[in-house]
């Protein structure tokens, strides 16, 4: 337990925290130098892969033994400057991958795009059109309280002293 831990809080230290730092030192220079750029371009695509590929198959694959930790290995071997991971396993997988799907891919982003939008626009509609009546309904409520005359409220007659003996006639 503690070490699944320490082991997650490494990952988070060395997966995440240090790769964004040293990417933030590689932007903010006066002239970043293209390789680096395009180097941790390489390393955060992989890493949203990753993390989408955790997401999914999560509960297939998070029991191995030494999961996290081989995680936190391969993490460490994408970044390392020795070892150019994020060169390598983008030339050699990602991109013929993505290179081979990418025409199927465009065409369903498209698609999903075009569907989000009509989906948004409907309910975008339906909003407006219940916004719109309830408004109506609102203001017709105002406008009738406002032109209807209050009826008169019945004024109590007087006392007679006999009100019990008229209820039991009734």
Not at 109 to 127: P, V
Request: proline share 6%; glycine share 4%; net charge neutral.
């Amino acid at each position: 337990m503690i070490g699944a831990l320490i082991t997650r809080g490494l990952t988070m230290i060395l997966g995440y925290a240090y790769p964004a730092y040293e990417c933030y030192k590689t932007v903010e220079t006066s002239q970043p130098q293209i390789e680096q750029l395009h180097y941790w371009c390489q390393y955060w695509i992989l890493v949203a892969i990753l993390t989408i590929l955790e997401r999914i198959g999560d509960s297939f694959i998070s029991w191995f033994p030494f999961y996290n930790e081989a995680k936190l290995a391969f993490f460490v071997y994408l970044w390392h400057p020795k070892t150019k991971g994020a060169n390598h396993v983008y030339d050699s997988f990602f991109r013929p991958y993505v290179s081979k799907h990418e025409p199927h891919i465009d065409r369903s982003l498209t698609e999903f795009k075009l569907k989000a939008s009509d989906t948004a626009f409907i309910y975008f509609q339906r909003a407006a059109s219940y916004f719109q009546t309830t408004l109506f309904d609102i203001f017709a409520k105002f406008a009738h309280q406002s032109t209807t005359p209050a009826a008169p409220k019945p004024q109590k007659q007087p006392s007679t002293g006999n009100e019990k003996e008229e209820a039991k006639e009734e």
